[in-house]
């Protein structure tokens, strides 16, 4: 079975632009949620969507959003990017949800 | 809340040394808690899941144990490699918050010739 996957790998986007970066779960998982891990505040939950609609939600701005379709597949969506947003953005699929979280080898965004 | 702290921070010992990688947690209502190790610059491997009625989960020279009256995991991991040197994170699952793992901030390991 194929694990988790994120596309882009890596990142360079100027203070100011937009990004949207992508999840695709491990076969059959319905749960998507997305981390931001930086140095200073270590690995913090942003969202998570089960069968298309977001069920829980951490403490960042109403610039970050997301979504999921109806094959699981997840996007997040970052607008008016500032250099605090560089970080390391990991996803994690489970089957339904308090199941063994298995993550994606994250997307590396920095912001110049 | 929940809040997760992990004790030490890093940690340093010779190959083929036992050792025991602590973490704490404030709120005891959980669904489980899982253990994972991170490579540099990589994504976040699952080692071991524990549910909350269980007291230990077993995998090969990985063993975890949970003590949730008292907010406490550990992780043992014997005879210690140099490929075991990477961040091992703990992660509780809290009850009510759907897929939401609250991480702590990682025990750094190195483990030397």
């Known amino acids: 079975k194929a694990g988790v996957t994120q596309t882009p790998r890596y990142l360079i986007k100027t203070r100011g632009q937009q990004v949207t970066l992508s999840c695709s779960p491990i076969s059959g998982h319905r749960s998507v949620s997305w981390y931001q891990q930086t140095p200073g505040q270590g690995l913090q939950f942003l969202f998570e969507y089960f069968s298309e609609t977001q069920r829980n939600k951490g403490n960042f701005p109403g610039r970050f959003s997301g979504r999921q379709f109806s094959n699981s597949r997840s996007e997040m969506n970052v607008s008016t990017l500032e250099l605090g947003d560089s970080a390391l953005y990991l996803c994690?699929?489970?089957?339904?949800?308090?199941?063994?979280?298995?993550f994606g080898p994250g997307t590396r965004l920095t912001v110049l | 809340k929940q809040e997760v702290t992990q004790i030490p921070a890093a940690l340093s010992v010779p190959e083929g040394e036992n050792l025991v990688l602590n973490c704490s947690f404030t709120d005891s209502a959980i669904y489980n808690l899982q253990w994972f190790r991170q490579d540099p610059g990589k994504g976040l491997t699952s080692l071991l899941l524990i549910q909350s009625s269980q007291r230990e989960q077993t995998s090969g020279r990985l063993n975890a144990s949970l003590d949730k009256s008292s907010g406490r995991s550990t992780l043992y991991i014997a005879a210690s490699q140099p490929g075991d040197s990477a961040t091992y994170l703990c992660?509780?699952?809290?009850?009510?918050?759907?897929?939401?793992?609250?991480f702590g901030t990682g025990t750094r390991l190195q483990v030397t010739l």
């Open positions: 992660a509780a699952h809290s009850t009510g918050t759907a897929s939401k793992l609250t």
């Open positions: 994690a699929s489970s089957s339904r949800g308090p199941d063994t979280q298995y």
